[in-house]
């Protein structure tokens, strides 16, 4: 049972333009929601978070969306560049103590075009 | 910066031998992960470590063990090596408190069985 979707394997828009990746979960008790980045021969590297008492946070080009009541989020990119293509990797958790566990959505690969 | 270091980043092993991979994290972080990356199917933990010597399973942990002796280091062992286990090895890191866990990750293990 896939509790974190991603439904786009991958996405390519024009440098300059948005990119917008969406996630769904299905698990209610979901409380924390992180984005990963990575780029190939490397780890994934932390982007940016929301908590479920928010519906958006936003870090420079970056920003999160997240609707509960449709257990849906997305990340905004604006404008584009061509070092943003990488695959981007949803994540979701409950922030509880003793929560150690992510778990993430299979990844949309995003290629920026110049 | 929290570093996580992955000692092998290229390994070629052939269909039966023990696989050891390493990995060493210097923030003292208390939580240690394993996960594998395959194409199309994202981030899946194999198994994480909350403390020395103790370890749970994650949600693929058959035909690997892991062993962490030291607070700093966490250890995946494949005692048989199998082709489908060829697959990028990510190790991760988190600190223990109270809220959601962000993972620092290394840069991978990209192991192939042949």
């Known amino acids: 049972?896939?509790?974190?979707?991603?439904?786009?394997?991958?996405?390519?828009?024009?440098?300059?333009?948005?990119?917008?990746?969406?996630?769904?979960?299905?698990?209610?008790?979901?409380?924390?929601?992180?984005?990963?980045?990575?780029?190939?021969a490397e780890g994934p590297t932390f982007l940016i978070s929301i908590s479920s008492i928010?519906?958006?946070?936003?870090?420079?080009?970056?920003?999160?969306?997240?609707n509960k009541s449709a257990k849906h989020l997305s990340l905004h990119i604006v404008p584009s560049q061509p070092g943003d293509s990488a695959v981007y990797f949803c994540a979701a958790?409950?922030?509880?103590?003793?929560?150690?566990?992510l778990t993430f959505g299979k990844g949309t690969k995003l290629s920026v075009i110049p | 910066d929290v570093k996580v270091t992955?000692?092998?980043?290229?390994l070629v092993k052939r269909t039966g031998e023990k696989v050891f991979l390493e990995c060493?994290?210097?923030?003292?972080?208390e939580n240690m992960f394993w996960y594998r990356q395959d194409p199309g199917l994202g981030l899946r933990?194999?198994?994480?470590?909350?403390?020395?010597?103790?370890?749970?399973?994650?949600?693929?942990?058959?035909?690997?063990?892991v062993s962490r002796e030291k607070k700093e280091r966490f250890s995946l062992i494949l005692e048989?090596?199998?082709?489908?286990?060829?697959?990028?090895?990510?190790?991760?890191?988190?600190?223990w408190y109270s809220g959601a866990n962000v993972l620092?990750?290394?840069?991978g293990s990209r192991l192939t069985v042949l």
């Open chain 1, 1 to 40: 049972d896939q509790q974190v979707k991603q439904n786009s394997p991958s996405l390519s828009v024009q440098e300059g333009r948005i990119s917008i990746l969406n996630c769904d979960y299905t698990n209610s008790m979901f409380d924390y929601f992180l984005w990963y980045k990575k780029y190939p």
């Open chain 2, 104 to 107: 620092t990750f290394g840069a």
């Open chain 2, 45 to 65: 933990l194999i198994y994480f470590s909350y403390d020395v010597k103790m370890k749970e399973k994650g949600d693929i942990p058959e035909g690997y063990s």
């Open chain 2, 6 to 10: 992955q000692s092998s980043r290229y």
């Open chain 2, 24 to 29: 060493v994290q210097d923030m003292d972080h």
């Open chain 1, 93 to 101: 958790c409950l922030s509880g103590a003793g929560s150690y566990q």
């Open chain 1, 54 to 66: 928010k519906d958006k946070n936003e870090d420079g080009r970056f920003t999160v969306f997240l």
């Open chain 2, 80 to 95: 048989s090596a199998s082709t489908n286990q060829t697959s990028m090895y990510l190790c991760a890191s988190t600190p």
